[in-house]
């Protein structure tokens, strides 16, 4: 493929013109679709392979290999094989690798965008703003790399020295969602590979393509071959089961649902593995009385309607203050109804597509749930026509806090409104989840922000902004939102574990 072949490229500028044929194909073409072992693209050893689907569309863009337990096996040979020569690779050598890798991103933003717009949907400006974020976890663990410190120090006694360091923890299963098809694999393979780990990264069935790209890149970044190997597959536990009984595997990270999340940590107890779960949501964005409405509107167009809602960050829930609710919903409809839905890859488009047909029927069912429960539907509130899963950007009000719509992840453009009176009363209902990821807080005074911010059991809260994801700050969440952290410096300590000697004193 000619993302593996190429050596030099000229960064393309943005185009704001819709993307022609012949360039798809010609991207298509030079994109991977075998599976990465031992620094080799390799069919899957039963010649078996699956259909990538434009969701936009619902045509098949084209087939990928299917990797089974045998490659499985074979990935873990290779990880199991590279892991010592890896962890002994200086520091300074992986952080080179990671910044070329970097580099390599930045060249290729534009195949990057269009592949993950093509494969997910998203508007291409998204992508775009996709490949930038995902990109930066490449730059900051070529950052991080280097700066991994132990110490030294005396015991309290003075009858030992202590010599403290951080080794890497070994070989790692990677599993990333569909929604962020780039970030999610770069937010796990830059800190593994910054720790000196080895790796087997499984991306989603429904966007194999974006990573089959970056690894192209990383192995042209200089990658030694065993320490990056992917396995794309629609056949999931036919490989994360074997892999997770070899007792070669030491740890898995994990983004996706909660529900498989829980299945892969029973797994994980039988070899006691370290595990890292970024899982569902339910995030709250609470709107006060003294907050700036222009700001809250725009801070819930962001967090509610990037990435066609599907997100874990996603405000699921919006919570405003009873003396605030008309001009904040007024001034919401009115942005949601010029919202442009569409393909991703034209101009203009704020909202593409769904997933796939599945995605479209569980938000819709969750939209008639609310209706029948008395909600009233403000904007939107159904499907699109023809091919592709399309579903209108929609405002519901009046929504019962029973209501599925409230009490589960919708991952879709839907947005019902809830009031609430008293600073306790939302705290309460912002609380009332089983979820712990994102929140939102809209209070021009800082300190009431801060208060209710003590007061929330989430991992991450946005004070006056609905987009807070940064290569530099540790991102997770608590309760069933999941355990670690990815970004900042916590990120890297995920994929390493500590090592004390005591030594005689001199
Ligand atoms: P999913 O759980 O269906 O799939 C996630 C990944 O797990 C995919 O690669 C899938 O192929 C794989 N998988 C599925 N079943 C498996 C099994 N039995 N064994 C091993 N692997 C298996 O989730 P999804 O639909 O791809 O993603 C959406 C979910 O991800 C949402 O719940 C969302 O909130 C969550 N998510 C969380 C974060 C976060 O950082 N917390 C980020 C993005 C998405």
Known sequence: AAAQTRTTQTRTTPSRATPSRQRIDALLAATPTDLFINGQWRQAAAGASFAVEDPATGETLTRVASADETDAL???DAAAEAQDSWA??????????????FDLVQDHAEELALLMTLEMGKPLAQSRGEVSYGGEFLRWFSEEAVRDHGRYADTPEGNLRMLITRKPVGPCLLITPWNFPLAMATRKVAPALAAGCTMILKPAALTPLTSLYFTALMSEAGLP??????????????????????????????????????????????????????????????????????KAVAGAMAAKLRNMGEACTAANRVLVQESVAE????????????????????????????????????????VDDAVRRGAEVVVGGQRGDGPGHFFAPTLLRNVSPEARVVREEIFGPVAPVLTFSTEDEAVAMANATEYGLASYVFTENISRGLRIGDRLDFGLLGLNVGVISNAAAPFGGVKQSGLGREGGAEGIAEYTSTQYVGIESP
């Open 74 to 76: 074979s990935a873990m």
């Open 88 to 101: 002994r690779t200086p520091s300074r050598v992986r952080a080179e690798i990671l910044r070329r890798g």
């Open 225 to 294: 071959g065993g320490v990056l190997n992917v396995l794309p597959t629609d056949s999931p536990a036919s490989i994360s089961g074997p892999l997770m009984a070899d007792p070669r595997l030491r740890k898995i990270s994990f983004t996706g649902s909660t529900a498989v999340g829980k299945q892969l940590m029973k797994q994980a107890t039988e070899n006691v593995l370290r595990t890292s779960m970024e899982l569902g949501g339910n995030g709250p964005l609470i709107v006060f009385e003294d907050a700036d409405l222009d």
């Open 327 to 366: 001009e904040f919903i007024a001034k919401l409809a009115q942005r949601m109804s010029a919202l442009q839905v569409g393909s991703g890859l034209e101009d203009g488009v704020d909202v593409g597509p769904l997933i796939d047909a599945k995605a479209c029927t569980s938000v819709a069912e969750l």
